[in-house]
Each structure stands twice: as structure tokens, then as C-alpha cells.
């Protein structure tokens, strides 16, 4: 079994051994994931969003005056991804990192457009960490975004769209990755407070001594959670940080303000994770102790049960030998005088323990 779970954690990087470089091979696990298009294509006066039936429609959008998002869902669908970036000139390592779903997240800055790979997370339902890899490509004048199936949380910025709120219809393409970023680092807010949550009941939970065996499980399950979501924050402060210092003509000086809200938002979220972090190992001290305080109880009554056995054992013992020259044992109530000595020396040691709060 456990080998079974090693082969099939590797099998990923595995698809990408002896592979040339700028080989697109998609190692996600959707591998039926139908090809879904989506555009927006708006000014401030106008709007038109639509869904596309094949990847040539998005090729009308690359030199309009207007701004337009370009969402592609469905990363297994190889073809199309080179299509699109054949025709848009991406890079072909650029494509390799879009379909390579393990991709730290990342910025690479090319001549006529900026490469991003970020980890969009959110809780479903289960409070279980849902976890997707988002690439986009800021342009001139469009973001194109790569995403691996359906379900994302960039549903408020598509209301915003759609109903002309904020300035996202004012500015250029530069404020809509913006605003497409934003709303991941949010989401990462939503993460953090249910992880709060999680901790003080777990906290409540060992201090009244419930279900011991289930509450260490439930620490393991939110450490692998910290881990996942610093993996994916962590890097973040570099993107965010070379957006903002370093010049770019595709990203207004106006909209890198914004960013620096952004990268406020994120080191809030990574001092959040640290603490939280100590406070889970704190949690599993907290456990061991528990633990090792019930083991001690344990412990405890054993040594004073054997302790009390003692002197009944060493009694029995000596009347137990079977020498012939023992005057007790013709005494004919020596039977029940050893009883009345046994049962005067356990109530006796009872009365100690207790005296000492032993018991």
C-alpha cells in the first residue's frame, strides 16, 4: 500500500523525465477536463462576454482597443494551449509551466507580456482545502488565464464587469490582473480565519479531553493545510515585490499602488500563517503532554495497586513454605488472623494513599 502511494505521488514528475525543454505534458490529475472558453471584451461604455466554441475566436483580441480577459479552462487539452500560444507568440517554456500543474509560483517578464503562476485556494463545502494552479499573461491590452477545470474565485470580478463597479471598467489591462490577483490573495483571508477557527476548537477539545485519538489526526490534517498554503503565499512577496519596484510599460505606475495593497495583504496572511503554525505545534505538544499525563495516571494506580500487593504477597509467601517446624500453622485460628492482618495492612496503606492524595 504505501509503495503504491510512492509510486502514484511521483508518477507527475516522472512524465516529465527525458521530456525536451519547452515539451508541453500536462501533469495534473483532470485528464477529462472539455476545453471551456470565456471572454470579456469591455470599455467603459461597453461590454460584450461571451463563451467560445473553439480557440481561434480568441485570436480577435489581441490588438483591439479595448480590454479583454480571456479565461481558458481545461489544461489537458494540449492542442489548443499551443494553439493559443503559438498565436499570442508565448514562449514555449512559458506553455510548459501553464500545463505543469506542480509549478512554484512564479514571474517571468518577457518583452510584450508578463508571465504569472499562482495557487488559487479555497474550502469546499467539507472545509477541505481546494487547491488549483492559475497562469495568466498580462498583454497590452488582455489577460489571458489558464486555469485547470470549472470553479474558480474570480466571480466577484466578473460582477464587477458585467455591472461597471469600482474602476475595473476605467482602467487597462494592467488593473484587471490586479483585481484577478486580489481576489485569490482575499480568498487566502477566508482560508486563514477558518484555520483560526479550526485551532480553538481543537484547543477547546483538548482541554476538556475529548476524542484524543481523533483531535491528533485533526492536527496532522491542519499542519499538511499550513504547509500547502505557505508553499503557496510564500512566493507571492517576490511577485508582488517585482511588480512593484521594478518598472514595467505593461503595468501603470497608478495600478502598482494597488499592488502594494496587495503585498500589505500578504504579508499579513504570512505573519497569520506563522503564528497559526506555532500554534499547531503548540497544539501537538499540548497533545503529548495530555497524553503523557493520562500514561502517568496509568502509571500511577498500577504502582500503588502493586505497592499495596507487597506486603499481602510477602505474607502469603512466608505461610505459603512448607517447612514442618512452623508454630502458626497449628494455631486454629491462625487462618484467620493472617486474613485480619491482611485486610488491616490494605486499609491501612488505602488510608495513607489518600492521606497523601495519592488516590
Not at 476545453?35 to 473553439?54: A, P, W
Not at 510599460?249 to 495593497?261: K, N
Not at 509467601?317 to 494455631?331: K, S, T, V
Amino acid at each position: 500500500m504505501a509503495k503504491n502511494k510512492q509510486k502514484k505521488r511521483t508518477q507527475n514528475y516522472k512524465k516529465h523525465l527525458g521530456q525536451i525543454p519547452g515539451a508541453l505534458v500536462y501533469t495534473g490529475k483532470k485528464e477529462d477536463v472539455k476545453l471551456h472558453l470565456h471572454s470579456f471584451d469591455y470599455t467603459d461604455n461597453d461590454i460584450h462576454e461571451k463563451d467560445l466554441s473553439n480557440i481561434e475566436e480568441a485570436f480577435v483580441f489581441k490588438d483591439t482597443e479595448s480590454v479583454t480577459w480571456v479565461n481558458l479552462n481545461g489544461l489537458n487539452n494540449i492542442n489548443e494551449i499551443e494553439t493559443i500560444g503559438s498565436y499570442y507568440q508565448l514562449h514555449p517554456l512559458l506553455l510548459e509551466d501553464i500545463v505543469n500543474t506542480s509549478q512554484r509560483p512564479k514571474i517571468d517578464e518577457y518583452k510584450s507580456y508578463i508571465f504569472i503562476v499562482l495557487k488559487m485556494m479555497y474550502y469546499d463545502d467539507n472545509e477541505t482545502i481546494i487547491s488549483e494552479q492559475v497562469s495568466f499573461v498580462l498583454g497590452k491590452n488582455y489577460v489571458l488565464t489558464f486555469q485547470e477545470a470549472e470553479g474558480d474565485v474570480f466571480e466577484n470580478v466578473r460582477d464587477r464587469i458585467r455591472h461597471k463597479k469600482g474602476r475595473i471598467r476605467t482602467e487597462g489591462a494592467d488593473y484587471l490582473l490586479y483585481a484577478l490577483i486580489d481576489a485569490i490573495v482575499d480568498h487566502y483571508y477566508a482560508i486563514i480565519e477558518t484555520m483560526g477557527n479550526k485551532i480553538e476548537d481543537l484547543e477547546d477539545e483538548l482541554f476538556n479531553g475529548i476524542s484524543q485519538e481523533d483531535i491528533s489526526q485533526q492536527i496532522q490534517n491542519l499542519k499538511r493545510e499550513v504547509l500547502k498554503v505557505r508553499r503557496a503565499i510564500f512566493p507571492l512577496r517576490e511577485i508582488i515585490g517585482r511588480i512593484e519596484k521594478d518598472p514595467n510599460s505593461l503595468i501603470e505606475e497608478q495600478t502598482t499602488h494597488f499592488f502594494r495593497d496587495v503585498y500589505d495583504h500578504i504579508i499579513q496572511v504570512t505573519e497569520n500563517l506563522d503564528i497559526y503554525r506555532e500554534m499547531i505545534w503548540s497544539l501537538m505538544d499540548m497533545y503529548m503532554t495530555t497524553i503523557s499525563n493520562k500514561m502517568n495516571e496509568v502509571m500511577k494506580v498500577l504502582t500503588i495497586i502493586a505497592t499495596i500487593f507487597i506486603p499481602l504477597t510477602f505474607i502469603a509467601g512466608i505461610y505459603g513454605m512448607n517447612f514442618i517446624n512452623m508454630p502458626e500453622l497449628q494455631y486454629k485460628y491462625g487462618y484467620h488472623v493472617v486474613w485480619a492482618v491482611m485486610i488491616l495492612i490494605f486499609l491501612a496503606m488505602l488510608y495513607y494513599f489518600k492521606r497523601k492524595k495519592w488516590l
